[in-house]
């Protein structure tokens, strides 16, 4: 009997707060404003019951807005997130996982990445041999990619965001595979690496040219001619070119893997560089040879009065060179003479040109030095812990072959990121994802994604 008596009991209060819901549901908004309001202060006093009405409300105002909005109102929305907030909302459900890895996000993100400083986070990614271009994949990850108009499989620009990620992380840890590739009988002097093949080109005093294949980590040929030590060498699709204290410069084929042009040198050749059809040479007899490889038309620049150390063409028909002679030199390629000499007040053994700024150094010295080429003023001198033997330079990092170790510093601020210990390298090369170093073997710090 007593049962019966709540559960009437019961019904009844259910009525009565229908009946409210009901008179609540048919009045304005004003006055559902103003019952609400009386009733909370009715409640002032029970902090139990406002404590669980602001829990209440809490939850009420979370609002999906994915469900809400058009997707492609959604995808813009998640477009202004940076690249670790929108792995973090992935995780809430798949609809918003789906949004997230949206390609158009993640392309985005690439253009704002890769090869340049982030204006908001500061983050830059590493080019890579594939510049900004998704890869190939194999087949058996069909189903994972998108596919393009021309049939073939691609990565999404999310993978191609994460990989140069992982090794810029490599980068800063200090992670990398470590491989020697032996071949050399006597102390590499010269090398080259071609990212888009992988391909690793290396001279010596033994006066051989080594290719090798850094995908598979082989020799492919050893190219003979050369009777003195073979000083500089660079390389392009289908064509090498070397030069030598035989006072000799050969232009191999790749293809033939044969030397098919010689160009005799009245003195020893110390450097060399071509772009498209010039060929450019610096000699110990301190002159400059210019050749056209195109119409064979050759020229000689003077100037230097001590032996040429480094050559390199620049944008607009320009030369820099750098002799031992203390000096840098910027050459007009079409008149034939000097726009600008600039005093570098020590014997200048290797350069680097970037940005319309020159980076200098002198071998066994501890000093950087950057010249404007416009003006060819010293803009500033960057002093290191130790003596510098080789430098290398790209947009994050500098990288110098030091007594005893193998220092690798941010660009900007200069501060030393680590140290690796060096046996005596002669010259060292940097690329995004590598450290090569040459002794008489050839020592590569590979930093890609797989050693991670």
């Known amino acids: 009997m007593e049962i019966n008596k709540i559960i ?13 819901l009901t008179k609540f549901d048919e009045l304005d908004e004003i006055y559902q ?26 939850e009420l105002q979370k609002i999906n807005f994915v469900e809400l909005l058009p997707t492609n109102v959604s995808v813009r929305i998640f477009g202004y997130l940076d690249h670790k907030s929108l792995c973090r909302a992935t995780q809430l459900s798949k609809q918003w996982s789906t949004l997230c890895n949206d390609d158009s996000i993640w392309y985005r993100m690439c253009i704002q990445h890769i090869d340049k400083q982030c204006t908001k986070c500061g983050l830059c990614l590493p080019l ?9 994949l194999n087949a058996e990850n069909v189903l994972k990619f998108n596919t393009s108009s021309n049939g073939k499989y691609l990565m999404p620009w999310k993978k191609v965001f994460s990989e140069r990620q992982q090794i810029e992380s490599n980068w800063r840890a200090k ?23 992988n391909t690793l080109i290396s001279g010596s005093e033994d006066t051989t040219i080594r290719i090798w294949d850094l995908n598979h ?59 498209e059809k010039i060929l450019v040479s610096g000699s110990e007899d ?14 000689k620049l003077s100037g230097h009065t001590a032996a040429v150390s480094t050559v390199q063409i620049i944008e607009n028909s320009r030369l820099i060179s750098a002799s031992k002679d203390q000096t840098l030199k910027i050459w007009c390629l079409e008149s034939q003479q000097v ?3 600039i005093d570098a007040t020590k014997s200048v053994t290797n350069f680097y040109y970037t940005d319309s700024k020159l980076l200098t150094t002198s071998k066994f010295e501890r000093i950087l030095k950057i010249f404007d080429i416009s003006t060819g003023h010293q803009k500033n001198a960057i002093e290191f812990e130790g003596k510098i033997f080789d ?54 710090y590979d930093f890609g994604v797989f050693s991670s």
């Open 8 to 20: 009437d009991l019961n019904k009844q209060k259910e009525n009565i707060m229908q009946d409210i």
């Open 33 to 58: 404003l103003k019952t609400l309001k009386t009733i909370l202060q009715s409640l002032k006093t029970s902090m139990h019951m406002l404590s669980e009405i602001s829990r209440t409300t809490v």
């Open 128 to 136: 890579l041999n594939r510049k900004r271009k998704r890869a190939e």
């Open 175 to 197: 992670r990398f595979f470590q491989k020697t590739l032996s071949g050399h009988n006597l102390p590499i002097t010269c090398m080259k690496l071609d990212n888009n093949t």
């Open 217 to 275: 980590w082989s020799l492919v040929k050893v190219l003979t001619g050369h009777t003195d030590t073979v000083t500089c060498l660079q390389f392009d699709v289908s064509k090498l070119v070397s030069g030598s204290l035989d006072s000799t410069l050969r232009i191999w084929s790749l293809d033939k893997m044969e030397c098919v042009k010689i160009f005799n040198h009245a003195n020893k050749i110390t450097s060399l560089h071509f772009l």
């Open 286 to 299: 301190c002159s400059i040879s210019v050749a056209n490889l195109q119409t064979g038309r050759c020229f």
């Open 339 to 341: 726009l600008l000499n």
């Open 391 to 444: 430098f290398c330079i790209d947009k994050l990092r500098i990288l110098l072959l030091m007594e005893g170790s193998i220092s690798v510093y941010r660009v900007g601020n200069y501060e030393r990121v680590w140290d690796i210990d060096d046996n005596g390298s002669n010259c060292c090369l940097l690329s995004d994802d590598k450290v090569v170093c040459g002794v008489k073997d050839v020592v590569i």
